[in-house]
T-cell receptor, first 114, second 113 residues
Framework: SQKIEQNSEALNIQEGKTATLTCNYT??????LQWYRQDPGRGPVFLLL?????KEKRKERLKVTFDTTLKQSLFHITASQPADSATYLC?????????????FGTGTLLAVQP | DGGITQSPKYLFRKEGQNVTLSCEQN?????MYWYRQDPGQGLRLIYY???????QKGDIAEGYSVSREKKESFPLTVTSAQKNPTAFYLC????????????FGPGTRLTVL
């Protein structure tokens, strides 16, 4: 069956460290994968998109990798800050980009301790 | 001030009543989406529309209905046929064919008493 899995446990790290979040998927062949940030009681906010032919993408303190062989994406936040505390969702297109529907993971809660 | 608005932010209804959630966008986006989010679960797609006067069912459309009479508006009706309607509802939009990212509204938390 098709599945997207993110770290089910909350991730607690110290301020200044690098946070690494994992997104694994099975039985999908996505054309792209996206990462969103969601704060409690609010809608998700888009952070980064990485396409199947890209290995790595960076934006300021954020870095995303995409390994289509391992069927895995890693999301890194360097020099983390308490303001980075939120739930991070990965999402991929479930049908190779045909209809632009996104399939979302359950999210990983990141808590950055000062 | 461009963006997506959803109203109301909190909504309470009695069991058996239909309720309509509003979603409006002034981003000139072609495609609009409705998701449902429950604790511990990812966003699940209810309905989506890629163009005015056309919409498709998502993964959990039973008990819901939508309309897309205007590009800016995509209201969602939660009917009495929806067995477990209490949830956080999110509306999103995107520019079809230009960008693959979705822009989300602030959400409506529906509680059925």
């Amino acid at each position: 069956s098709q599945k997207i899995e993110q770290n089910s446990e909350a991730l607690n790290i110290q301020e200044g460290k690098t946070a690494t979040l994992t997104c694994n998927y099975t039985n999908y062949s996505p054309a792209y994968l996206q990462w969103y940030r969601q704060d409690p009681g609010r809608g998700p906010v888009f952070l980064l998109l990485i396409r199947e032919n890209e290995k790595e993408k960076r934006k300021e303190r954020l870095k995303v990798t995409f390994d289509t062989t391992l069927k895995q994406s890693l999301f890194h936040i360097t020099a983390s800050q308490p303001a980075d505390s939120a739930t991070y969702l990965c999402a991929l297109d479930g049908d190779g980009g045909a209809t632009n529907k996104l399939i979302f993971g359950t999210g990983t809660l990141l808590a950055v301790q000062p | 001030d461009g963006g997506i608005t959803q109203s109301p932010k909190y909504l309470f209804r009695k069991e058996g009543q239909n309720v309509t959630l509003s979603c409006e966008q002034n981003l000139n986006h072609d495609a609009m989406y409705w998701y449902r989010q429950d604790p511990g679960q990812g966003l699940r797609l209810i309905y989506y529309s890629q163009i005015v006067n056309d919409f498709q069912k998502g993964d959990i459309a039973e008990g819901y209905s939508v309309s897309r009479e205007k590009k800016e508006s995509f209201p969602l009706t939660v009917t009495s046929a929806q067995k477990n309607p209490t949830a956080f509802y999110l509306c999103a939009s995107r520019i079809a064919g230009v960008t693959d990212t979705q822009y989300f509204g602030p959400g409506t938390r529906l509680t059925v008493l």
